[in-house]
């Protein structure tokens, strides 16, 4: 089973500075990973799919990067409402299908 | 517009049977796999299960295996997770969620429902 290991557990910044959160997996996984948002009481929302492709409807302000082990989601400039818990996911050797621990962005 | 509605969660004794359902709309159902992800209270998400298009292939978690069943009526377009002898540490709301890919299940989720809680206690 791949284990994905997110960093950090919490990042508190104030809305319009920039964001960066890490995920790092236990193998390679290529590009095969995808990046998540939720809310308090929501479900997770598709951010990011195949590391760095934004879903629909996605803003610009999100972007992916990365390959193999080493992950990186940015939020260009934070936006009240992207204030939330963030997952990475692999779907690189599947099943199980995994995801990390989660990133709180919290208002400074 | 696409919809994803679970329902049939509760409170449930240890050692019983609950079957969640997933009603689903604003899109061809039989065409695409579905799965089950479930968040303990206060924690991450965990994957539990998947089932292909036409129903043929299925999927599990480790942790759910040999307890829990997925299955789906492209008739109805319902997706349906029968769950038995319940532990405690089944205790989670459960999400359904579409898999993106056409035909073949490509392990990422485009679209969630709201979830249901299920609450495993004595």
């Known amino acids: 089973e791949i284990v994905l290991t997110q960093s950090p557990a919490t990042l508190s910044l104030s809305p319009g500075e920039r964001a960066t959160l890490s995920c790092r997996a236990s193998q390679s996984v290529s590009t095969y990973l995808a990046w998540y948002q939720?809310?308090?009481g929501q479900a997770p929302?598709?951010?990011?799919?195949?590391?760095s492709n934004r879903a629909?409807?996605?803003p610009a302000r999100f972007s992916g990067s990365g390959s193999g082990t080493d992950f990186t989601l940015t939020i260009g400039s934070l936006e009240p409402e992207d204030f939330a818990v963030y997952y990475c996911q692999q779907r690189s050797n599947w099943p199980p299908l995994t995801f990390g621990g989660?990133?709180?962005v919290e208002i400074k | 517009q696409v919809q994803l509605v679970e329902s049939g969660g509760g409170v449930v004794q240890p050692g019983r049977s609950l079957r969640l359902s997933?009603?689903?709309s604003g899109f061809t159902?039989?065409?695409y796999g579905m799965?089950?992800?479930r968040q303990a209270p206060g924690k991450g998400l965990e994957w539990v299960a998947v089932v292909s298009y036409d129903g043929s292939n299925k999927?599990?978690?480790d942790s759910v295996k040999g307890r829990v069943t997925i299955s789906r009526d492209n008739s109805k377009n319902t997706l349906y997770l029968q769950m038995n002898s319940l532990r405690a540490e089944d205790t989670a709301v459960y999400y359904c969620a579409k898999d993106p890919g056409y035909y073949e299940s490509s392990g990422q989720f485009d679209y969630w429902g709201q979830g249901t809680l299920v609450t495993v206690s004595s």
């Open chain 1, 38 to 40: 939720q809310k308090p």
């Open chain 1, 45 to 51: 929302r598709l951010l990011i799919f195949d590391a």
């Open chain 2, 22 to 24: 997933c009603a689903v």
């Open chain 2, 29 to 31: 159902f039989r065409n």
């Open chain 1, 56 to 58: 629909t409807g996605i």
């Open chain 2, 35 to 37: 799965h089950w992800v």
């Open chain 1, 102 to 104: 989660g990133t709180k």
């Open chain 2, 59 to 61: 999927y599990y978690a």
